[in-house]
């Protein structure tokens, strides 16, 4: 999930470095299978770390401030845009990238623990 996680950064920061249709499309690419990867992992592994009394209500927090966080970002990209078509794609890549430095430390192994 972390790397997946900074592998999207990374991506999103060399879109912006490419000067060529080619690349840019390459950047898009990798930046959005690993964005997949990311989230698939991160539906699998968020139920697992509560605790049985509050997984749904928990997870259904977390994917709920996901979807919130998601409608605002369109409206932080059109105020950003204009001080650069740039400057949203760097922030995201910040803001991922210290996600993916969180992911690193989450304490909480999961793998050979009952479900119950």
């Known amino acids: 999930m972390a790397a997946a996680a900074a ?7 060399l879109f912006t470095l490419s ?5 840019q499309l ?7 299978v690993l964005q997949n ?3 698939g992992v991160l539906y699998c592994y968020t139920p697992e770390v509560f605790d049985s009394k509050i997984r749904g209500t928990a997870s259904g ?3 709920a401030l996901s979807r919130v ?10 105020a950003l845009w204009g001080l650069s078509p740039r400057v949203p794609l760097y922030v995201s ?5 210290a996600a993916a430095t969180c992911m690193v430390f989450l ?4 793998r050979g623990r009952a479900a119950m």
């Not at 592998?7 to 920061?13: F, K, Q």
């Not at 304490?107 to 999961?110: Q, S």
């Open 69 to 78: 966080f998601g409608m605002t970002a369109p409206l932080l990209t059109g």
């Open 37 to 39: 990867a990311m989230y």
């Open 19 to 23: 000067s060529t249709r080619t690349g």
């Open 61 to 63: 927090v977390a994917a």
């Open 93 to 97: 890549s910040a803001l991922i990238a």
């Open 107 to 110: 304490p909480i192994e999961t």
């Open 7 to 13: 592998g999207t950064a990374a991506a999103l920061y």
């Open 26 to 32: 390459a950047a898009g690419c990798v930046a959005s």
